[in-house]
């Protein structure tokens, strides 16, 4: 069973849990895997393909620059377009996957 993503060191390929991972934000070319304010991994790698690898029920794309680990979920405030994760770090939902979103929000509460 796969329990997390495989990256590549300098001399060594290694997985960081799925637990770990707060969120991925891609910013000018390298995505950036962290545990909140924390980067665990720099990976040269456009965030479509990271997504890929990703199972859809932990992680969800909340706008062109993010990903974000359901587990770390704390508050989708609708009125500003942010999710404000557990360890304190905020990410943008863009319009278009508001709705989408909220199912998948509630669909963490039901279960």
């Not at 891609?26 to 990976?43: C, M, P």
């Not at 377009?81 to 509630?106: E, I, M, W, Y």
Request: positive net charge; proline residues 3%; contains cysteine.
């Amino acid at each position: 069973m796969n329990n997390g993503i495989w990256v590549k060191d300098k001399n060594r390929i290694r997985m960081l849990n799925y637990n770990d991972i707060t969120h991925i934000c891609y910013r000018q070319g390298i995505s950036e895997i962290r545990n909140g304010h924390d980067v665990l991994k720099h990976v040269h790698m456009p965030l479509c393909r990271l997504e890929k690898s990703l199972p859809l029920s932990m992680f969800f794309r909340t706008h062109r620059n993010f990903i974000i680990n359901r587990a770390y979920i704390e508050v989708f405030d609708k009125a500003c377009q942010h999710v404000r994760l557990r360890n304190g770090a905020t990410v943008p939902v863009s319009r278009r996957k508001r709705k989408l979103f909220q199912l998948f929000v509630d669909q963490k509460i039901n279960n």
